[in-house]
């Protein structure tokens, strides 16, 4: 038996276990070794746990020899972001702070996935609690983008963009606030997923900042990333923000008809692009254009708004979610303090990294008294606009095409000392996230030097459907 774990899809497993050319418990095995023997490269996965992956394929392989479905991931090899949690597999979220901690429970997506047959191998890496653009906010090292070694995956959900991009898992799940699923995905040539905000269970998420977080998938192909969040979506007793809203068959309206599809064009994302990424935006909008789609120019008036808006209000969620890690509860303790006061401002200080500190202190100053109404309740009624632009541009299209980065990945250090420089790489994600909307990354081709390029599909709340068939569309005329 040879498996080819890097080329595996979610259809290609189902076949090679139909057709017995590999047991479940083969694969977790085999998918694990070459995980293990290729990750030293990108650094994508923190840690890895065997023994619940091989636990998950057994169940797989019991269920096949019962002739029973092994599930719709039944045995497709799955990492998880490092700030998902899973019952007994260290979760670190990227921060020293966390480097020791054990969860007791499952995450709902978690759940979702076993029940679906789906084999975690092991825990992706990510910036510290998930702030960033490039995964070098990690207090594990970064991850190094494996279409270009000397490049960052994008972040903060870079390790699980990574072990896509590699072969080292066939779907993973990552997290998304402002980008961080869309823009790794570019960065790497995959496809990642934010779902509309509510369809998937935050429940064992560690928030960052809870009204804008997410989890979505990360896959080779439209229909892998499909599969994977029809999954993990639904209403969840354990999340209040979980929505009701049925879950479609994505596959099923993945193969519809775009012909006469309306696509906008917001004016606004289309200034300031580096060329490359420019004209490979515009390529994929004529492969569109030829499936029949018309495409018009549209405006999102309050787009220039949108990184200040978003870096108050995650900055102000972030302070008050992450005042929980004091030393007492869940994380490592400093052990040079004398008060308890001091055992908190030590086990902080030593904690958590520069990124995480920028932001609680942000935090902490927009919402506090005299300056919350001039800031936050600022932020939030552009956060309004933002979202009726949104409402209003979906009256006339039926989705809304635009880039993911104004430029493709970037050589690691080459941002880092210049925060702002790096907030400014969100500037096309972050609006979906402040309207709660769903949207995703699609690779349109790479540059010259083989960086690849992502493009953005956004559509209105709960419309992942009409995204993934536009998607899939392009997917398959693009080859
Ligand atoms: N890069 C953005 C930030 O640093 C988005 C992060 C995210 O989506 N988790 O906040």
Redesign the pocket.
């Known amino acids: 038996m040879s498996i080819d774990a890097a080329g595996l899809t979610i259809s290609a497993v189902r076949r090679g276990l139909q057709e017995k050319r590999f047991s479940a418990c083969e694969l977790a095995k085999e998918a694990l070794r070459f995980a293990e023997r290729e990750n030293p490269k990108t650094n994508a996965y923190l840690h890895f746990c065997p023994e619940r992956a091989l636990e998950a394929a057994r169940r797989v392989d019991e269920a096949l020899a019962r002739g029973e479905h092994p599930g719709p991931l039944g045995g497709v090899p799955v990492a998880v972001k490092d700030v998902i949690v899973a019952r007994g597999v260290r979760n670190t979220c990227g921060s020293r702070l966390l480097a020791n901690y054990i969860p007791p429970y499952d995450a709902t997506a978690v759940i979702r996935l076993e029940q679906a047959g789906g084999v975690i191998l092991g825990k992706t890496n990510c910036?510290e609690f998930?702030?960033?653009?490039s995964t070098e906010n990690s207090a594990f090292g970064p991850v190094r983008n494996p279409a270009a070694l000397d490049r960052v995956p994008g972040?903060?959900?870079g390790g699980s963009a990574a072990v896509v991009a590699q072969g080292t898992a066939v779907v993973s799940l990552g997290?998304?606030?402002?980008?961080?699923?869309r823009?790794p995905a570019a960065f790497c040539g995959v496809v990642g997923v934010t779902p509309t905000y509510g369809r998937v269970s935050r429940y064992g998420l560690v928030a960052?900042a809870s009204s804008?977080?997410h989890i979505g998938p990360f896959a080779r192909n439209v229909s892998d990333a499909a599969g994977l969040l029809k999954v993990i979506a639904g209403r969840d007793e354990m999340d209040s923000t979980s929505a009701f809203a049925p879950v479609p068959d994505y596959h099923a309206a993945m193969s519809g008809e775009v012909r006469g599809l309306k696509i906008g064009l917001p004016k606004e994302y289309y200034a300031g692009l580096a060329s490359e990424t420019g004209d490979q935006i515009m390529k994929a909008v004529e492969v569109l254009n030829r499936l029949g789609c018309q495409v018009v120019d549209i405006s999102l008036p309050h787009t220039e708004y949108a990184i200040s808006a978003?870096?108050i209000i995650?900055t102000a969620e972030a302070s008050s979610n992450l005042a929980r890690y004091d030393g007492v509860r869940y994380t490592i303790r400093s052990s040079c303090s004398e008060t308890l006061t001091d055992m908190y401002r030590s086990t902080r200080g030593e904690g958590f990294g520069a990124?995480c500190k920028r932001r609680i202190m942000l935090g902490t100053y927009v919402l506090s008294h005299g300056y919350y109404d001039a800031y936050y309740l600022k932020a939030q009624k552009v956060r309004s606009l933002i979202t009726r632009d949104f409402q209003q541009a979906f009256q006339q299209v039926d989705a809304i095409v635009t880039p993911v980065s104004p430029f493709p990945a970037f050589k690691l250090g080459e941002k880092l000392s210049d925060p702002l420089e790096?907030?400014l790489?969100?500037i096309y994600?972050?609006t979906g996230?402040l309207a709660g909307i769903p949207c995703m990354s699609l690779p349109c081709g790479t540059t010259a030097n083989g960086l690849p390029i992502g493009m953005q599909i956004l559509t209105k709340h709960f419309d992942e459907a009409g995204m993934f068939r536009l998607a899939h569309a392009y997917e398959q005329a693009a080859g």
Not at 130 to 133: D, E, L, N, P
Not at 175 to 181: E, Q
């Open positions: 910036d998930a702030m960033g653009s972040g903060s959900s997290s998304d606030t402002g980008g961080s699923i823009q960052f804008l977080d978003y870096y995650c990124e790096m907030y790489s969100d994600t972050i996230d």
